[in-house]
C-alpha cells in the first residue's frame, strides 16, 4: 500500500499554536519568576518554540522563515510595549546612578567672612523644555548635623491630616537652614529673567534630575524580598535606598547631604523652596496610590486639582521629563489624590 509522506504542517497552524504557547509560558514564567522582564520573554520565546515542534512537527523552510519574521515582530511590539510601561511609572531605571562631578562632597565654603563646611553637590540638569541650568546645592554641616534626626522628635497631635501637619512642621523647621540652595536658585533667576513659571520649572526639573531612591522607616532588605516595582530599581541600584528614617521620609537638609529622595522627600524640598518664593504650592498625597505629588497654582493646563476654589496644577517630582500638568499614566486618576498641605 502506498502512503504518502507526512507533509510539513502549514505556517498558519504553526505559528497559531506557538502563539498559544507564548502567551501561556510567559504568563506563567512572569508570575513565578523573579527575573528581569526581557530575560523572561525570551525565555517564553524559545520554550514555545520548543513545545510547537513537539506538538506539531517542524514547519516547511519557507514557512518557518516567514514564521521567524512574525515573532520578532511580535517580540519587538511586546518589548516596546514593556519599555513604554516602565516609562509611564515614573521612575527611570536607566539613570540611578550620579556622575563624578555630581557627587555631595564635604568641603569649606566662604560664606561672607567665615569659611564654613558645607556639603555640596554641582548639578548640571535640562529642564522639560530643553533649557540648560547649573548650581551647586549646599547645606551647612552644622545645620545637618543640629536637624538631620529631628523628626524623629516629632509628635503628632490628634489632627486627622497626619501627613500634612508633618510636612508643615518640616518645612518650618528646615527652611532658614535651605538658604545656600535658595541663594543659588535666586542667581539662576536673575542671570536668566526667568518669570514666575519658568522658575518653578527650573526648580522643580532640578529636583527630578536628582537619581530616585527609596527611604523606609525599616532597614533595607534585599531586593528579592520586595515586590517587582521596588525589586526592579535596587537590582539595577542596590544603593538607591536609605532605612531607619522616621516616618519614612527625609527632611529637606538631610535630602541635601546625601541626596536619596523619595516622592514625599522631593515634594516637601520643592514646597520649602517655592514657598519661600511666594509661590501658592500644594502637597497631595494618594492612599490609592501610596504616592505623593506636588501642587502649584500656576497659569498651566493639564491634570489639576481644585482646592479651596483655586485651581493646583499638578506636577510629578520623582522622574524627569515630567512637566506640569503631566502625570504618569498609572495614577493619573484625579479623584484619588487630596490636598493636605497648603502654602497659602
Not at 504616592?291 to 502649584?296: A, C, D, E, T, Y
Not at 499638578?314 to 502625570?327: C, D, P, S
Request: hydrophobic fraction near 40%.
Amino acid at each position: 500500500m502506498n502512503l504518502s509522506p507526512k507533509k510539513n504542517p502549514s505556517g498558519c497552524l504553526w505559528l497559531l499554536v506557538m502563539v498559544m504557547m507564548l502567551t501561556v509560558i510567559f504568563g506563567v514564567m512572569t508570575v513565578s519568576l523573579e527575573i528581569p522582564i526581557l530575560i523572561t520573554l525570551l525565555l517564553s520565546v524559545a520554550c514555545a518554540v520548543f513545545i510547537t515542534i513537539k506538538l506539531v512537527g517542524k514547519p516547511a523552510l519557507i514557512s518557518l522563515l516567514k514564521i521567524l519574521l512574525i515573532v520578532g515582530f511580535i517580540v519587538g511590539i511586546i518589548g516596546a510595549g514593556i519599555a513604554f510601561l516602565i516609562k509611564q511609572t515614573g521612575i527611570e531605571y536607566d539613570d540611578t546612578r550620579f556622575t563624578s562631578d555630581e557627587n555631595v562632597e564635604l568641603k569649606m565654603y566662604l560664606d561672607g567672612r567665615d569659611s564654613i563646611r558645607v556639603y555640596a553637590s554641582t548639578r548640571h540638569w535640562r529642564d522639560n523644555y530643553g533649557n540648560d541650568y547649573g548650581t551647586t546645592l549646599m547645606v551647612r554641616n552644622r545645620d545637618f548635623l543640629r536637624l538631620r534626626n529631628h523628626i524623629t522628635n516629632y509628635r503628632p497631635n490628634s489632627s486627622p491630616n497626619f501627613w500634612g501637619e508633618l510636612y508643615d512642621y518640616i518645612e518650618r523647621t528646615d527652611s532658614p537652614s535651605l538658604d545656600l540652595i535658595i541663594q543659588g536658585f535666586s542667581a539662576i533667576q536673575k542671570e536668566k529673567e526667568l518669570n514666575a513659571t519658568e522658575f518653578a520649572e527650573m526648580v522643580v526639573s532640578c529636583i527630578q534630575d536628582i537619581p530616585y531612591s527609596f527611604v523606609f522607616p525599616d532597614e533595607c532588605h534585599p531586593a528579592e524580598q520586595y515586590e517587582d516595582a521596588i525589586r526592579i530599581v535596587l537590582q539595577q541600584c542596590p544603593e538607591c535606598c536609605i532605612g531607619n528614617i522616621s516616618y519614612g521620609i527625609q527632611n529637606p537638609v538631610s535630602f541635601m547631604q546625601n541626596l536619596k529622595g523619595d516622592c514625599d522627600t522631593r515634594t516637601v524640598i520643592i514646597y520649602t523652596i517655592l514657598k519661600h518664593f511666594g509661590y501658592d504650592v500644594a502637597i497631595l498625597n494618594s492612599d490609592f496610590y501610596r504616592h505623593s505629588i506636588l501642587g502649584v497654582n500656576l497659569p498651566a493646563t493639564g491634570y489639576h486639582k481644585i482646592h479651596n476654589g483655586k485651581k493646583y496644577i499638578l506636577w510629578e517630582t520623582t522622574a524627569k521629563y515630567f512637566a506640569a500638568g503631566n502625570l504618569p499614566a498609572t495614577y493619573n486618576d484625579i479623584t484619588q489624590w487630596n490636598v493636605v498641605l497648603t502654602s497659602k
